[in-house]
C-alpha cells in the first residue's frame, strides 16, 4: 500500500468513526487546538467524538508512516484509493460548462445560487432541516461570535421562509448545559402542530469524550424552549428526529464511541419515542440494533424507515444498514439482498418518491455504491451504482434530495489546489441509474453537508477548507 492510499483510507477510517456529524475537512486544526486545550470543540459529540481515543492514535501512526501531520484530514473527502476502471455507463465526470440558456450558475436543469452569508454572522452551520413552512439551519455551539475560550456555548438556531433571508431565533438559556464543563449540541430539529418544535441532540463534555442524549421542546415556534425529559440518556446521543401520527420518533447511538471496542465504544443504534417531545421514552435495545447506528429516520404512511452506518462483520457480505418498523417499537433490519463488500457501509439519507423509498450509500473505505429502493420499507432491491467520479478519486456520498420528479445526490469530487474539495453532484429520475451534473464555480472548494427540499425549493448546506459555511439555492 502505497503512502497516498495508506493517507486515504486513514483518512476514511477517521471520517467513519466521525460519522454522519463531520461536516468538514477542515477541522484538523481546530481539533489539534482542543486536544492541545487552547480551544473547544465547535461541532457536537459525533463530529469529536474519537478525540482522545481515535485521534491521537491515528495521527502517531500516521506520522510513524512518514505522513505530513494531519494529511489525512486536511486533504479531500475520501482521498482516492486503488480503483477499478469505471465501467461504459460511468462517463467521465463532466468540467464546468455553460447551459444551453448562457447562464454560468446554470447545471443539470438547475440554476444554482448561492445564499449570502454575512447575515448568518461568521456561524458555523451544522445542519440545515426542511419544515412545513420554511427552513431551519443549527450552528454549532462554537460558532460566530464565540465566547470566552474557556466557557461553554450554546447552539444556535436560524429560521427562514425562502432560503435567502435568514434571522437568527432568540439565545435560550435551555441550551447551556447544567453540567460545569458540558455544553449542547443540536443533531436534528422537527416540527408537530402548529407553532411547535421538538430539537434533539446530546450534552457533551468539554473534550467531547462523553455525551449524553437530549431534547427540547417550543411551543411558540422556536421563541423559547424548555429541555426534554429523556430516559435512557446516559452516555447516548440522538441524531435525528420525525414526527409521526402518534408523536415523534429519534433515533442516534448506544454508546460513546471513545470507549470499548465496536465502534471504538459504540453498543449499537438507539431509538427514543415521546408522544408529546416534553418526555422520551427509550425503546428496548433490540438485535437489529448491534454493530451501527442510526443516523437518519423518516416516516410515511405507517412505516418508518432509518439508515445509518454499520461495522465490517468480517464477512465479504454486508447486510446494509437499513431499517424498518410499524411502530417505534420492533425494528428489522433489511437483510435481503447481502451486500458484496469487505467492510462496513454508511447511507447518504432515504427519500420518499411517493411511491418507494430510495436510500443510496456505499461502502466506507472501498469504492462500491449501491441504491436500495422499496415500495414498503420492508422488501428491498438493490442496485448497483456506477458514479462518475474525477479521476481516480472517491469519497464518501454526503446527502440525497429531491426536487420533483429528480433526485439529487451530493458527495466531495476532486482534490482542489487549495488543498480543498470541489463538490459533486449527480440526478436521477428513478434512483437507480445516476449522471454527473456539470460543475459550477460555486462548487469549487466545498463539501457538501446536507442538502434538503422545502416549500421554496432545494437547499445545499456545505463548506470550505477553511470550515466555513455557505448554503445554495437550486431552482428550475
Known amino acids: 500500500m502505497d503512502e497516498r492510499e495508506f493517507e486515504a483510507r486513514l483518512k476514511a477510517r477517521i471520517q467513519r468513526e466521525f460519522g454522519t456529524a463531520y461536516p468538514s475537512d477542515a477541522l484538523h486544526g481546530r481539533v489539534l487546538e482542543t486536544m492541545r486545550g487552547e480551544a473547544r470543540p465547535s461541532h457536537g459529540p459525533l463530529a469529536l467524538r474519537v478525540l482522545a481515543a481515535v485521534l491521537v492514535a491515528v495521527v502517531a501512526v500516521g506520522l510513524a508512516f512518514g505522513l505530513r501531520p494531519g494529511g489525512f484530514l486536511s486533504s479531500a473527502a475520501g482521498s482516492p484509493t486503488a480503483s477499478p476502471s469505471p465501467s461504459p455507463s460511468a462517463l467521465a465526470s463532466p468540467t464546468a460548462t455553460s447551459s444551453p440558456s448562457g447562464s454560468s450558475n446554470a447545471s443539470g436543469g438547475f440554476i444554482w445560487r448561492a445564499v449570502p452569508m454575512a447575515q448568518l454572522g461568521g456561524v458555523e452551520l451544522t445542519n440545515i432541516v426542511a419544515l412545513p413552512d420554511g427552513y431551519l439551519a443549527i450552528g454549532?455551539?462554537?460558532?460566530g461570535s464565540a465566547p470566552l475560550?474557556?466557557?461553554?456555548g450554546r447552539p444556535s438556531l436560524w429560521r427562514s421562509s425562502d432560503r435567502l433571508t435568514w434571522r437568527r431565533l432568540p439565545d435560550s438559556p435551555a441550551f447551556v448545559d447544567p453540567k460545569s464543563g458540558w455544553y449542547d449540541s443540536i443533531?436534528?430539529?422537527t416540527e408537530g402542530s402548529s407553532s411547535l418544535?421538538?430539537?434533539?441532540?446530546?450534552?457533551?463534555?468539554?473534550?467531547?469524550?462523553a455525551f449524553d442524549a437530549a431534547a427540547w421542546i417550543s411551543t411558540d415556534d422556536g421563541v423559547t424552549w424548555r429541555p426534554a425529559i429523556v430516559d435512557g440518556a446516559s452516555d447516548a446521543a440522538m441524531n435525528d428526529v420525525t414526527s409521526t401520527p402518534n408523536g415523534f420518533v429519534a433515533v442516534g447511538i448506544d454508546g460513546h464511541p471513545s470507549g470499548a471496542t465496536q465502534m471504538i465504544g459504540s453498543r449499537g443504534a438507539a431509538v427514543w419515542t415521546s408522544r408529546d417531545g416534553s418526555h422520551w421514552s427509550r425503546v428496548p435495545t433490540e438485535p437489529a440494533f448491534a454493530g451501527a447506528e442510526m443516523g437518519r429516520v423518516m416516516g410515511t404512511g405507517s412505516s418508518l424507515v432509518a439508515t445509518g452506518s454499520d461495522n465490517p462483520t468480517g464477512t465479504a457480505k454486508t447486510e446494509p444498514p437499513i431499517w424498518h418498523s410499524t411502530d417505534a417499537l420492533?425494528?428489522?433490519?433489511?437483510?435481503?439482498?447481502?451486500t458484496p463488500g469487505t467492510d462496513s457501509f454508511q447511507m447518504a439519507g432515504v427519500l420518499w418518491t411517493g411511491s418507494e423509498f430510495v436510500v443510496v450509500g456505499g461502502e466506507e473505505l472501498g469504492n462500491l455504491h449501491f441504491a436500495w429502493t422499496s415500495s414498503d420499507g420492508?422488501?428491498?432491491?438493490?442496485?448497483?451504482?456506477?458514479?462518475?467520479?474525477?479521476g481516480s478519486e472517491r469519497g464518501y456520498l454526503r446527502d440525497l434530495a429531491s426536487s420533483g420528479s429528480t433526485m439529487l445526490l451530493f458527495g466531495p469530487g476532486a482534490q482542489t489546489t487549495a488543498g480543498g474539495t470541489e463538490a459533486m453532484v449527480?440526478?436521477?429520475?428513478?434512483?437507480?441509474?445516476?449522471?454527473a451534473i456539470p460543475t459550477?464555480?460555486?462548487?469549487?472548494?466545498?463539501l457538501p453537508i446536507r442538502a434538503v427540499s422545502g416549500p421554496a425549493g432545494l437547499l445545499v448546506l456545505s463548506a470550505n477548507q477553511s470550515n466555513q459555511s455557505s448554503l445554495w439555492l437550486a431552482t428550475r
Open 440 to 446: 459550477l464555480p460555486l462548487f469549487e472548494n466545498a
Open 378 to 390: 420492508q422488501s428491498w432491491a438493490r442496485t448497483d451504482v456506477s458514479l462518475a467520479w474525477p
Open 197 to 209: 418544535l421538538v430539537a434533539v441532540g446530546s450534552a457533551n463534555n468539554g473534550d467531547a469524550s
Open 187 to 189: 443533531a436534528s430539529v
Open 149 to 152: 475560550v474557556h466557557s461553554p
Open 426 to 435: 449527480w440526478e436521477s429520475t428513478d434512483g437507480r441509474a445516476w449522471q
Open 140 to 143: 454549532a455551539p462554537y460558532g
Open 330 to 338: 420492533h425494528w428489522t433490519r433489511a437483510s435481503t439482498p447481502l
